[in-house]
């Protein structure tokens, strides 16, 4: 692979093993990945400004059909993200961004490896963002996922779903409440095993344990933000031996 801060090539032969392609040619899988990073959008505030940016991840790329090579070339407006992210952050993994499937997925990885729990510099890996925001950071159109409730469903537990398979870090995500009504969520970042690299049995562990986590979260985005508080320290001071059957009692 040669690479600098905005353009990168693939020689796919070379990858297939790493990134742990089997049946399908690795080539037409990381085509099919390019032609996805080609549609996902970046959204960027500017709060000063009053205004928002959206640019694609990549402005092209470069199929080498005869040599096994694919270049990816990222947006000009990428280059001071990926320079702040080298320069503050632990440089992002090619191999793991390029296993994930879904534009949903690849913006929330390079949110959640913005606040990478694995370095202390970052402190306490934890973020806010209102309903309006999480639309406008996933590009979601108006009448797409119309309510709090459908983004939960289509949009975060897709993402979450797929960086607990695939990345070394994933988040979690509680809602935010003004009573019954849900505002926004809070997000927090967290070390991962990716499950793909798991054996069989403990692959199987790791998706009962992330279910039962989900349907805490669940039980949570029902109920007023008081009753929500008070679950959420109750499941936060619980042992993990006994985590599993509160998640099965109503909060």
Not at 93 to 112: C, D, E, I, Q, T
Request: net charge positive; with cysteine; charged share 30%.
């Amino acid at each position: 692979m040669t690479a600098n801060c905005s353009r990168t090539r693939l020689k796919v032969k070379e990858y297939k093993a790493r990134l742990g392609f089997t049946g399908r040619s690795a080539y037409a899988l990381l085509e099919d990945i390019g032609d996805e990073m080609l549609k996902s959008l970046v959204v960027l505030e500017n709060p000063v400004e009053g205004s928002r940016m959206k640019f694609q991840i990549l402005s092209h790329a470069k199929y080498y059909d005869n040599e096994g090579i694919i270049e990816l070339k990222f947006h000009d407006e990428m280059r001071p993200l990926l320079l702040r992210l080298q320069q503050h952050f632990t440089q992002i993994p090619l191999n793991v961004f390029l296993r994930l499937k879904s534009g949903y997925a690849m913006k929330m990885y390079v949110r959640v490896r913005s606040w990478n729990p694995r370095d202390s510099r970052n402190g306490l890996p934890h973020w806010e963002m209102d309903v309006n925001q999480v639309r406008g950071f996933f590009g979601l159109d108006d009448d797409e996922y119309k309510k709090p409730s459908h983004i939960t469903d289509g949009v975060l537990k897709r993402a979450m779903h797929e960086l607990n398979e695939r990345a070394d870090l994933t988040f979690r995500y509680e809602p935010i409440k003004d009573g019954r009504k849900q505002v926004g969520w809070s997000f927090r970042a967290i070390p991962n095993t990716p499950t793909s690299t798991l054996s069989a049995g403990a692959a199987a562990t790791k998706r009962r344990e992330e279910k039962s986590e989900e349907r805490q979260m669940a039980r949570a985005s029902s109920i007023p933000s008081s009753k929500f508080e008070n679950a959420r320290e109750r499941w936060l001071r619980a042992p993990q031996q006994i985590r599993e059957p509160m998640a099965k009692q109503d909060p």
